[in-house]
C-alpha cells in the first residue's frame, strides 16, 4: 500500500570464487549457492532467515518494521515470513506467524476477514490495526503459501484456510475492467476513483502465484482470468521496459500514469522485476515479460547497479537502489543469461550489507533473491513450489 516504509564484502579472494558459483548455477547446476543441507537434511541451514527471524520476528510471531516511527507491521511482512518458513521447512515459525496474522489482522479468523494490511503503535501508544483495509499482494501470498504448505506439510487445515481466503480475494479484491477482463485490484476499497477508472499496481501481480493459485483450484476458472489479466497488466503499463509503482487504467484509454505517485518505479516496482525473474520459462506470459522488462538489465549493465527509482516515461533515474535491489535484480539477470552481471550484483549485497545492516524490506528482497540463487526454491510452470528440502527429507517422516 502506499506509505509502507522502504528502508533499507566480499574481499577480493572470496569474488572469483563467487563468480563461479553463480556461473556454475546459471549453466543449470542445482546445488548453486554457499547454503548447504545439514546432515540431517531435513531442515537446511539458511543463516540469512534465521538473522531476518532475529532482526524482525517477534516471539509472538509479528514481523516488524524496525525502525519505523509506528513500529509497524504491514500484511505484506507476515505474508513473505509464511513463504520464508516453508522454504526452511520451518514448521513451528509457520504456524507462529500464521496465528499471530490471523488473531492480529484477521479478527481472529482468515476465512471470515481479509488481513487488515497495517497493523501497529497509534499517537496514543495503544497498539492495534491502523488501516483495516487490505492488501492483496499480501493476501495472494498468504493464500498461495497456505496453498503449498498444505500439499507440502500434509496440513489439511492449512488447504482448506488457502481455499477460503482465496475467494475472499476474487469476491472482494477484483473487478471487471473494460478491455481487460476480471483483474487484481490493490485491495478492497479505494482503487475505483470513478466509474471509468481504477489505480492498479503491478507489482501486486507475481504471475507464479496466480497461476499457482488457478493448478490448485481448478474448478474455480477466475484464477486463470486474473493471471491472464496480470500479465496483460505487467506488459502494459511499462510500455519502455521499465515497471512503475503505480498505474491507472482508463475505459477507452489504456494505462496512463498514476495522478498520485506519476509514473514513478522504486520500492514497489522493483518486486516486478523480482517475481519475472523467478518465473519457469515454460510458464505462460513468461518470455514476453522478461523481453519487455530487458531495459531494467541493460540499465543495469551501463550503471552497475539498479537504480532507487525511474520515471518510467523518459528513463530518468535517482539514486543506486540498495542492497535488496541488488539482490531483486539477481534472478532476472539470471533468466536473461546474463551470469556475470548476476554474480557482480551479489558481490554488491555482500559489500552493502557489510557496511550498513539492511532493514526489513531490504531483508526481504534479499531473502528472496539470493534464497532463489542458492537453489532454496523454484516455482514451476503451473506455479507450483519446488523446495530442495523437500527431496532431502524423501522417505523421512513430517
Known sequence: MVGKDRRGALGTAKRWALRGIAAGFLAGASAAGAATVSASACRPDWPRWEAFKHSFLSAD???IDVGSADDRTVSEGQAYALMF?????DRATFDTVLRWT???LAQGDLTSHLPAWLWGRDKDGAWHVLDQNAASDADLWIAYALMQAGALWHERSYTA???VLARHIVEQE???LPGLGLTLLPGPQGFHPNPDAWRVNPSYMPLQVLQGL???LPDDARWKRLAESASAVLLGTAPRGYAPDWARYATGRGFLPDPDTQAVGSYDAIRVYLWAGMLDPAQPGAKPLLARLTPFADYIAEHGAPYESIDTTNGETKRSGNAGFSAAAVPFLSALGRSAAAAAQVERVQSLEAQ????YYSSVLTLFGLGWLDGRYRFKADGTLELRWRAACS???R
Do not use: D, I
Not at 518458513?85 to 521447512?89: E, K, W
Not at 550498513?356 to 532493514?359: Q, S
Open 61 to 63: 510471531g509479528r514481523v
Open 85 to 89: 518458513a516453508l522454504v526452511a521447512n
Open 102 to 104: 490471523e488473531n492480529n
Open 161 to 163: 484456510r488457502a481455499s
Open 174 to 176: 477484483t473487478a471487471t
Open 214 to 216: 488457478a493448478e490448485a
Open 356 to 359: 550498513n545492516p539492511p532493514g
Open 395 to 397: 522417505g523421512e517422516e
